[in-house]
């Protein structure tokens, strides 16, 4: 039977209901969970550890780190590892978990609830189990299991805060589909192209700002004077920015001159950021900056937050950020 390890950080799948008013707390999960979900036993020889146990909005590099360290220095013991997360920030742990486990040779699973494990009609159950089931089999990559779907970690996005498919990959077809059947799509899988080694070096010095119409650049010119590395614009479609006022341009053409990159992604989740098809991109293009091309804003956000860390110059940055680290950017 294989061994797979459970690392759970908090989130909304082992709040328990706290009288009086019902409010959700951290619940006590191994009695909870042979108590409510006896049969995982079945399908695993399963081993729990709790790293810390957290809202994940409040998951953050420190924690990616102890993810990393933790299933890194495990690899060899364990079969497969399920890691219990909130649905909020989900993504963005994975996404730095495919980046810090280069070349990982088993599965990692991220899972988690829209409702807790102790509710009438929670999805908890299910995709513990599905989770499990995945972590057993042979797949080399992070990936996120929810709402019987497997999607590759790095490709996936939370769309939904009720439904409980809350996870779509909307530019990678998804790995696997859980129903009577568990189907893998193994042509879809990545291959292990060297040996596994582990990496969790990241940085927060960069900037965003999600533009709208009417935006001020005139409000957000001083982040150039913020000890910032790299700027993530979310601009509008395949990657437009206003044009008819300088200032972003500006921005940018003063990011540049200070050496740092700006990267424009979309606040579209579906497609292709390409700088060459509208005149607005195309100055921005023009200015200095580069496109994220069909990279999720997590994906594209934590990448950066990794090469931040691994390089100074500019130039570095944009090259590696268009290098394929884990299958989250297409070739």
């Given at each position: 039977?294989?061994?797979i390890l459970i690392?759970?950080?908090g989130g909304t799948f082992g709040m328990v209901p706290k009288e009086p008013d019902e409010v959700l707390v951290p619940g006590n999960l191994h009695t909870e969970w042979s108590r409510q979900v006896p049969e995982i036993t079945r399908l695993a020889d399963i081993y729990i550890e709790i790293p810390f146990n957290m809202d994940s909005s409040n998951v953050g590099m420190e924690e990616w780190r102890q993810l990393i360290r933790r299933v890194s220095e495990q690899m060899n013991d364990y079969d497969g590892f399920v890691i219990i997360h909130g649905t909020d920030t989900m993504a963005y742990t994975a996404s730095a978990l495919s980046y810090g486990l280069r070349n990982v040779p088993k599965p990692v699973v991220l899972t988690g609830a829209q409702r807790p494990l102790a509710r009438l009609r929670s999805d908890a159950r299910g995709n513990l189990i599905d989770a499990i089931e995945i972590a057993t089999m042979d797949i080399p990559e992070v990936v996120i299991v929810f709402g019987q779907s497997v999607l590759r970690g790095n490709r996936a996005t939370?769309?939904?805060?009720t439904r409980y498919d809350a996870f779509a990959s909307p530019n990678f077809?998804?790995?696997?589909k859980i129903g009577l059947n568990v189907e893998i799509y193994r042509k879809r899988l990545r291959t292990v192209a060297g040996p596994f080694r582990s990496d969790d070096a990241f940085s927060a010095d960069l900037a965003t700002v999600c533009l709208f119409p009417g935006i001020r650049p005139a409000y957000y010119q001083h982040l150039l004077d913020e000890p910032v590395k790299a700027y993530?614009?979310?601009g509008f479609g395949a990657g437009n920015i206003p044009e008819k006022d300088d200032g972003w341009l500006d921005f940018i053409r003063r990011a540049r001159q200070k050496g740092r990159p700006v990267f424009i992604g979309s606040s579209s989740a579906h497609g292709n950021v390409d700088l060459h098809l509208y005149q607005?991109?195309?100055a921005a293009l023009q200015a200095g900056a580069r496109g994220t091309r069909?990279?999720?804003?997590?994906?594209a956000l934590v990448k950066l937050m990794k090469l931040c860390a691994l390089?100074?110059?500019a130039d570095e940055i944009i090259e590696a950020f268009y290098v394929d680290m884990a299958g989250e950017i297409t070739a």
């Open positions: 039977m294989k061994k690392l759970h950080t939370k769309t939904s805060i077809p998804l790995l696997g993530y614009l979310t607005g991109a195309k069909d990279m999720t804003r997590e994906a390089y100074e110059a």
